[in-house]
């Protein structure tokens, strides 16, 4: 074997090793309301990919930061391994596209290794709709929210702390 093989080799062995060494963290597929939520009904009724929304964008920008999110239908927060609680806190849409949108999702989760509780956070995230808002519905503007909410999370599982506040 030539001196550029082994060292392509030892190369791709270290750019494979933090994939390896990452360990799967679970996420119910569907981020529940928290139980002291108090979502309008119009939110409840129409914007109902928000909940399957925040773990797949989770998911998404884990995945994007080498980390593994696993979406399962039911989490155990006292399995062996990692588990991320997540529920959605408020999702409040004001405005419109005519007056222009007022929206925020606001979330908390808990992560939990080998069931017991390791590190936690809080989340914010505001949208007027951005780029050619006037052409968005309330739904997509909060889809916008949740959308950033997962990106948060995710960075927050590559470095997770207890007490985080993560968003606006």
């Known amino acids: ?9 030892i190369l791709l062995a270290f750019a494979a090793a933090p994939a390896a060494l990452a360990q799967t963290v679970q996420v119910a597929r569907s981020a529940p309301y928290a139980e002291d939520a108090d979502i309008q009904r119009k939110v409840r009724e129409e914007c109902t990919e928000l909940n399957t929304q925040l773990p797949l964008f989770t998911q ?3 995945r994007e930061n080498g980390l593994q999110v696993e979406l399962v239908d039911t989490i155990d927060t006292s399995a062996e391994g990692r588990v ?23 979330v908390r989760g808990a992560l939990f290794e ?3 509780q ?23 503007v909060l889809g916008r929210t949740v959308k950033a909410l997962g990106k948060d999370i995710a960075q927050w599982l590559a470095n997770p702390q207890p007490g985080a506040q993560l968003g606006d």
């Open 60 to 62: 998404e920008f884990a």
């Open 114 to 116: 080998n069931g017991e």
């Open 84 to 106: 991320l609680q997540l529920e959605i806190v408020d999702a409040v849409s004001m405005g419109n596209a005519f007056i222009g949108h007022q929206k925020y999702s606001r």
């Open 118 to 140: 390791i590190a936690d956070f809080r989340g914010r995230r505001n949208s007027m709709g951005g780029a050619f808002a006037g052409y968005k519905g309330s739904c997509s």
């Open 1 to 9: 074997m030539s001196k550029l093989s082994r060292s392509i080799l």
